[in-house]
DNA sequence: CAGTGGTCTAGACCACCCT
DNA sequence: GGGTGGTCTAGACCACTGA
């Protein structure tokens, strides 16, 4: 078992780069000259054997490039080259209330109900207020690239026709009557925070990936009357997104990401 | 080596939930209730050992904990317990250009050269035309918080007096000269979006992070003169940044972020 | 120097998918 | 069943820090 670790790969002897990440970098060349999207990669285990590393050490390598959205794996089926992100455009304070565009949405569920905490910190309530909640997840192209939960307390909008049965029917025309009633409002503005996080155990589920997977949590406070008038908190697989805000229209054009040099 | 695993630790047998998942969940309520921002954590040797799991296991819970922004590892120091992400003001468009306000930078270098392909595309010049490139640091409570590139094409801001020495003292005074020249223009607009990345070398160096670092990739187009005239790229530490849009003054709330749960 | 996190290995078993 | 990625182990050495 472990061998001494000492020759590490590239060579020069100058610098000692791990081995993990000069595999990315071979990857990395290799992904972006003899692989298109949709390909798979051989098994870990055959690619191991041919860089003359140990299985945890190429995974190192593949976790790295996961991060990056240059690929995706599935367990039973194999590594796949991932898409280029999409561009995902976060609507404008112009464009008004959430989800009001063009935007393909599905209702998880709906319901009334105290919130948590945080929440209530968040839309400058009282602990415990009850808030409208809706759920529900954000698709493009046939993909799930999202997930948002909306809190609206009831001091905003009011009433909602009571259905008790718990249907996916009732919760759907429960989010449908809040969003509605919300639009009504005349919106003074919004702002807004994305950060990384990890997808927990629900929110995981929702969005098809193992918990873990890193997301883009994108929280917007909507402002209205002269108060905070609803929340949304947004995860986006960060592997597959790329948030964009005001590009009205052009989305697909490739930033120069994180790889930009210059030729010096 | 490697006994049976079978056995995984919750007791209930229900549901298999891999050990460094659990341990993860251990650590987190550990985290909020015993211990406080600075804080140095067990070393793996032992923390492994109390929890009786290989130190390769406790390393997986730690690495999502570091990605969560929870922890920093240091090589030779130890882990201690991360301070809540900063709220990092992205300035909006009426704001005017980049770096304006009361943000703090450092200029890193300037130079005027060809462009790599993918900053001519997005700017919209045909490819190896030259532009200014501005490189600076984004300092926030004394601490490196991002690293920003910014292009300039020579058509928008033509003449930067030249000093040939390469110092940084003529570096910052070519920064200055293409920043002020920038903002006699008028700003139309800007667009922007936010990936996921990792830092490569260079990148990771002016964080003060290793390779690999995920940052957040802020990628902005400002538009005058009915073109694109200036690109920025902005790499933040993801474990310790929260970019915050349009909240004019308050940032320092915290969001109501992945861990939201309904008490149901 | 001793102590810490970072890298690496070889081998094992598990959960899942498809045929 | 046979293949794939996911988890886990025990042990080793390396690189960095600070006394």
Redesign the pocket.
Known sequence: ??????A??TGTATA????????RTVLVRALDSEFGTGE?????????ARF????????????QL?LEGRLV???????VVAAPRMGVPVSEASEGWPGTGRDSWRIVDAESAPAPASVCAALGLPADEAVHTVRRLRMMHGQVIGAETLYVPESVVPHVPAIFAKSSVADSSRARSVLRQLQRLELDGESRSVELGVAEEQQAQLLER???TPVLVLTTRYQAEGRTAALTVSTYRADTCRLTFGASGIVDVTPAAAEVRTAS
Chains 1, 2 share one sequence.
């Open positions: 078992m472990g061998t001494t670790q000492a590490n790969g000692p780069e791990p081995k993990y990440w000069h595999l798979v990669l051989p098994n870990e285990r055959d690619l191991s003359g590393v140990a299985r945890a050490t190429l995974r190192q390598a593949l976790d996961e794996r599935r367990r039973g089926i194999g590594t193992p918990p873990g």
